[in-house]
């Protein structure tokens, strides 16, 4: 089964600076697809990006970028020029391509990100 | 709009009662899932469907727990004899199955079991 750590359950940036999410996984998959999910205080969960492991290049979606180590099992989500509205629990998530799996969604712990203005 | 919504936003219950949760997903989409997110986690999934059958249950579904998508539309998650540890956040989620299947999540259903 696959399991998937992210180690900082809190994290802060300043508004305008940048800020690293880091993620971990573990499956004995090649191929798979991989997450990040931003869940703002009461609203729901919304894709932020996504990245396909047989793609080397890291995924960008405007200040959101992944930097995907696929030896190291690791996924991390960089935020450049944060803004107040970046502030939520952030959610590494992983999907086996299989569809004995039905396109599951497994978790990690999330992590809160907090903006100081 | 056209996104996924769920009925009610919350609900209070007492221990042993019997409730029922609705989830209406894009009226394209031919998945739907079930999550389940206690406080400070993670969603955990519990049943999808593909059009009206379901596919896949996960263990953490009890026999307490039923899920139906009668006619691949709506969905209803009911849990019965609620106990406290049921208490979290159900969440429901919809995809096509073609393509990249991207998952949509509804604001979810809050249950508080007393």
């Known amino acids: 089964a696959q399991t998937v750590t992210q180690s900082q359950p809190e994290m802060s940036v300043q508004e305008a600076e940048t800020v690293t999410l880091s993620c971990t996984y573990d499956t004995s998959e090649s191929d798979y697809y991989l997450f990040w999910y931003k869940q703002p205080p009461s609203r729901q969960m919304i894709l932020v990006i996504r990245?396909?492991?047989?793609?080397?290049q890291n995924a960008t979606e405007n200040r959101f970028s992944v930097n995907f180590q696929k030896a190291a099992k690791s996924f991390s989500l960089k935020i450049s020029d944060s803004q107040l509205g970046d502030a939520a629990m952030y959610f590494c998530?992983?999907?086996?391509?299989?569809?004995?799996?039905?396109?599951?969604?497994?978790f990690g712990e999330g992590t809160q990100l907090t903006v100081n203005p | 709009d056209t996104g996924v919504s769920q009925n009610p936003r919350h609900k209070i219950t007492k221990r042993g009662q019997n409730v029922t949760f609705r989830c209406d997903p894009i009226s394209e989409h031919n998945r739907l899932y079930w999550y389940r997110q206690t406080l400070g986690q993670g969603p955990e999934f519990l049943t999808y469907f593909q059009n009206e059958a379901q596919l896949e249950k996960s263990r953490l579904l009890s026999d307490r727990f039923s899920a139906e998508r009668p006619k691949g539309s709506f969905s209803t998650l009911e849990i019965q004899r609620t106990e406290q540890g049921d208490s979290a956040m159900y969440l429901c989620a919809s995809s096509l199955v073609q393509g990249f299947n991207e998952q949509y999540f509804g604001p979810g259903t809050r249950l508080t079991v007393t």
């Open positions: 990245q396909e492991a047989y793609k080397q």
């Open positions: 998530a992983y999907r086996s391509p299989w569809e004995t799996s039905g396109s599951r969604l497994t």
